[in-house]
């Protein structure tokens, strides 16, 4: 069903158009029961857009974005395999990545670094920050053009490399990544998910795996840029920061870097350039209390602003999409 101009109010915050406002004009609009209402519409215009803020809907606990996020996708995720500590306050409704305030969080997809990700993300201003603190987005149809072909091209052979070490001084302890204190179920996890895994002293765990560099829209088709290499690489870290990891923990131990698939470095120059597509390509917004933003996480990355005050944003995810992408890590 289409929705009629005397509910809601439709704008592009940008030209491409990309992210998509729809503003509730009706007082007490529940945004849950909206979407049920207004289903292929919502899924229609996130696959054309990649992605739609809702503003002036009721959504004013967790629980009403919760079911907001439900009504989309009624089967959320959990979060394995974790990169960035979060929170569960509810059934699989998340925390915000929990890093420094005074920190940017760069242009990511969730979970690119995995064999399987969310295809939707869901993100909720349940307190939203006095200064600073937005969420830009990007859209990769934008972004994935502006890589150089040859840059592509070269991801695109043999996929991207993460090494990753968890331990109790060194990133996340593996028991919080994997969630669960089973050396087993975390070595079946590894197996099911192409990683090679290694115990190392002192409680940590080594992984290795080869991922996809591009991801294919199951339902458009288009190809996009879809990885996490220049947020691992350890160029993405201050000099001083990575100068003092490598001298402390040396190149193997490093809580995380990443390589072209084969193992050889990515150059610095390389990373450099895709974060700043990303941010060329960056579209904001400031959060006010009861938004919710939904992103299409193959057509949309997503960054977070350093910010002052108190910030809380939710998180929940949906329709999980495996990738057809296979390289052993031995040979590739």
Not at 98 to 126: G, K, T, V
Not at 159 to 178: H, S
Not at 197 to 215: F, H, I, N
Request: aromatic share 10%.
């Amino acid at each position: 069903m289409t929705p009629t101009d005397r509910e809601v109010a439709t704008r592009p915050l940008d030209d491409e158009p990309f992210l998509l406002q729809v503003d509730a004009l009706a007082p007490g609009l529940a945004l849950d029961a909206w979407i049920g209402r207004h289903h292929g519409w919502v899924t229609d215009k996130l696959t054309a857009n990649g992605a739609l803020l809702f503003r002036g809907f009721a959504v004013v606990e967790p629980a009403e974005f919760r079911r907001a996020a439900a009504a989309v996708s009624p089967n959320l995720l959990g979060y394995l395999e974790r990169a960035a500590p979060r929170t569960e306050v509810m059934d699989n409704v998340f925390t915000s990545t929990e890093f420094a305030s005074d920190e940017w969080i760069p242009f990511h997809h969730e979970m690119s670094y995995a064999h399987n990700w969310p295809s939707r993300l869901y993100l909720y201003c349940d307190q939203a920050p006095v200064r600073g603190g937005a969420t830009p987005v990007a859209s990769e149809r934008t972004v994935y053009l502006r890589i150089p072909a040859e840059i592509r091209e070269r991801f695109e052979r043999g996929g991207v490399r993460y090494v990753r070490n968890y331990g109790p001084y060194v990133d996340l302890p593996w028991q919080e990544a994997f969630q669960t204190t089973d050396r087993a179920q975390v070595e079946a996890y590894c197996r099911n998910a192409g990683m090679d895994c290694t115990w190392t002293p002192e409680d940590g765990l080594r992984t290795v795996a080869v991922r996809q560099a591009t991801s294919r829209h199951p339902d458009t088709g288009e190809v996009v840029w879809f990885n996490h290499a220049h947020i691992f690489h350890l160029s993405s870290l201050s000099a001083e920061v990575s100068a003092m990891l490598v001298e402390e923990l040396g190149t193997d131990g490093l809580p995380r870097n990443a390589y072209y698939g084969d193992g050889t470095p990515i150059e610095d120059e390389v990373v450099s350039l895709i974060h700043d597509r990303y941010r060329e390509a960056a579209v904001s917004f400031r959060w006010q209390r009861g938004d919710v933003l939904v992103v299409d996480n193959i057509l949309s990355a997503h960054a977070r602003e350093p910010f002052s005050g108190a910030r809380r944003i939710l998180v929940a995810m949906s329709d999980l999409h495996v990738s057809g992408f296979s390289r052993d890590v031995a040979t590739a």
